[in-house]
């Protein structure tokens, strides 16, 4: 499975962008999907994940109530729309895949990456 994230960009705190990332290949694994993202300086942290229904999300707390996760599997896309963006927000934001049915925060159980995509949120 290759993922191309897309979307990232310069906005102001306050703001949004809506990061896509499209999935290639062997896309009939890709049940859950997810975003993490990676701050200068700071460790990978999960930031949202999806079932392949739709059905179940799950968010972190810093984003819960600001960013909304959803995918589109006939066009085989995940989407992070991120609205009341804050400096904080700032990272390389990543997609991922996990080839099992469990909507989960930990990186390492993710199979597949994307490449990242920045986002910069001035103050």
């Known amino acids: 499975v290759q993922l191309q994230a897309s979307g990232g960009g310069l906005a102001q705190a306050g703001g949004s962008l809506r990061l896509s990332c499209a999935a290639s290949?062997?896309?009939?694994?890709?049940?859950?999907m997810g975003w993490f993202r990676q701050a200068p300086g700071k460790e990978r942290e999960f930031v949202a994940a999806?079932?392949?229904?739709?059905?179940?999300?799950y968010y972190a707390d810093s984003v819960k109530g600001r960013f909304t996760i959803s995918r589109d599997n006939a066009k085989n896309t995940v989407y992070l729309q991120m609205n009341s963006l804050k400096p904080e927000d700032t990272a390389v934001y990543y997609c991922?895949?996990?080839?099992?049915?469990?909507?989960?925060?930990?990186?390492?159980?993710?199979?597949?990456w994307g490449q990242g995509t920045l986002v910069t949120v001035s103050s």
């Open positions: 290949g062997r896309t009939s694994s890709t049940y859950v």
């Open positions: 991922a895949v996990e080839r099992s049915p469990n909507v989960h925060s930990i990186a390492s159980r993710y199979d597949y």
């Open positions: 999806i079932s392949w229904s739709g059905l179940t999300t």
